[in-house]
């Protein structure tokens, strides 16, 4: 298959955008074609050309959200590595609420994500693409394990598990609840808490 021109994916990134958009301001049920394209601004019929299914719909916003999501995490992941020596347990909580604050922020997105989650249930490939069975999930157990290694904290699956629980409940409220909602104070008894274990 030929690359695609600037303008294709323009238009392309335009329909995730517009339908990300959507899901989060009026819920899956809102999301169609149509929809799309009055958001968006496009001709009618543009989208489907762009995304000729339901399905095709979805999977481009899924793969969105996640594009999105390992831009942020891997910008955390390259200020844990430019500096190898150990963290303190309070540095380390500083680099997770911060991972936070920036899911936080791509508020659409979240809220997207998670309604797209419940609503995903009977779609295992693409549930699991917003959820365990992703490579946005695989980064940030990646980045999980080596910070928590050089905060000199447990490292083993559950330890893993549970601080990326921590992270989703956190960027879940503050996106949907509380946008004011404090990250570092809660992260950092947390991760003492850990330490003392």
Not at 13 to 42: E, M
Not at 128 to 142: D, F, I, N, Q, W
Not at 146 to 173: C, I, N, P, Q, W
């Amino acid at each position: 298959m030929p690359p695609r021109s600037p303008a294709a994916h323009y238009r392309r990134d335009l329909v995730a955008r517009s339908a990300i958009g959507i899901l989060a301001q009026d819920g899956v049920r809102a999301l169609t074609h149509r929809a799309v394209d009055a958001s968006a601004g496009l001709p009618p019929g543009s989208t489907s050309h762009i995304a000729r299914t339901r399905e095709a719909l979805l999977t481009l916003v899924v793969d969105a959200l996640a594009e999105s999501t390992l831009v942020d995490s891997e910008r955390i992941a390259t200020r844990l590595d430019h500096d190898p020596a150990p963290l303190s347990v309070d540095e380390l909580a500083d680099h997770f609420a911060a991972l936070v604050e920036a899911f936080a922020s791509r508020r659409d997105d979240m809220r997207a994500r998670y309604a797209l989650i419940i609503e995903l249930h009977d779609a295992p490939t693409l549930h699991a693409k917003l959820t365990t069975g992703s490579e946005v999930h695989a980064t940030a157990r990646r980045i999980a394990i080596a910070a928590l290694r050089r905060a000199g904290l447990r490292h083993s699956a559950s330890d893993v598990d549970e601080l990326l629980r921590l992270v989703d409940s956190l960027t879940f409220h503050r996106s949907a609840i509380d946008a004011n909602a404090p990250v570092r104070p809660i992260m950092r008894a947390y991760l003492h808490g850990c330490a003392g274990r």
